[in-house]
């Protein structure tokens, strides 16, 4: 099916893509790698009458060490985040993430600040940037803020950003030595997004108890929900089989999930407690060779 039609401008500078999304406002919207922009307005679920493409703002692109941090430009692909030795190294858990987004087609066009600022409920990036506690940057031509992932995401395809902000940096604080990432991911077969997934960061204390432990879940609801419980029954506490199961079955608490034609409700909590267990486990195991 076709769209309706629309102006399209090629923004040459993030100033001049900003001035097209002040003039023209809440009837334009910004292209990154339009892998789900387009489908939406194919199917005419989305009409915007001006279309800014920010493909040519080449410094949003691209992944490097800031101090403690990965900055990651909004614009960097799937693929460059999957396969940046940068990434496996120091967050695995989020290479993971991006390597089992889609298809290598998808995950070759796609932007990670596509991803996040669309916000469907069955993508990937927003459950273990959750976990990360990753902070996205938002530019408008009045200011320039931080938000993090756990106000960034607000309801189903809903986020913080406003309609006069782009978003130009997902900013990741990376874990100290003794920590471990993991992401674990249940794909719908038919769709390859998320039925359910859990995304974990663990860090060690060198007695080998767990200092801190953070865990997201995805597929729950209308965006990442972190794991409270689970969190809790993980601190302080040493990481054996039987203490991560049981922190494990706490993970859809508090959830409300809709059941659909492919899973139940009950199903999606269950299946939440399964793969929250294994990545945990996975976060464990490397944390453990971090030697922490
Ligand atoms: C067949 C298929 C399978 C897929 N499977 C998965 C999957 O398994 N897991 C998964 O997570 N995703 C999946 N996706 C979605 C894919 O990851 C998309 O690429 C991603 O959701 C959107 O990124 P994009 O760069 O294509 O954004 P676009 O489609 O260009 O834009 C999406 C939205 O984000 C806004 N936007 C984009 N960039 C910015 C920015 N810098 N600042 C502010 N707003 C911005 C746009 O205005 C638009 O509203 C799949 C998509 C397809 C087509």
Redesign the pocket.
Known sequence: MFPPSFRYFAARSLDEALDLLTRDGEDA????????????MKLRL?APRTLID?GRLND?RGLRVDGDTMAIG??T??ADVASSDLVRRRLPGLAEAAS????A???N???????V??A?P????PVILTALNASFVLVSHAEKRMVSASDFFIDFFTTA?ATD????EIRVPLPPPGAGTAYAKM?HPA????VVSAGALLIHQPSGRCESASIAIGGLGSGPLRARGTEAALQGRALTAEVIAAAAAKAAEGSNPEGDVYASADYKRHMAAVYARRAIEEAARRSARTGG
């Not at 902000?165 to 130009?168: D, S």
């Not at 769709?191 to 998320?194: E, N």
């Open positions: 919207r910004l292209l990154a790698g339009g892998h789900s922009l387009i489908p939406a989305a920010l949003l909004a614009l692909v799937h089992v987004i889609g298809d087609q998808v995950r066009r796609g932007t990670i600040g596509g991803s600022t669309h469907d069955g993508a990937d990036f950003l902000e782009i978003l130009t794909s769709s390859g997004y998320v």
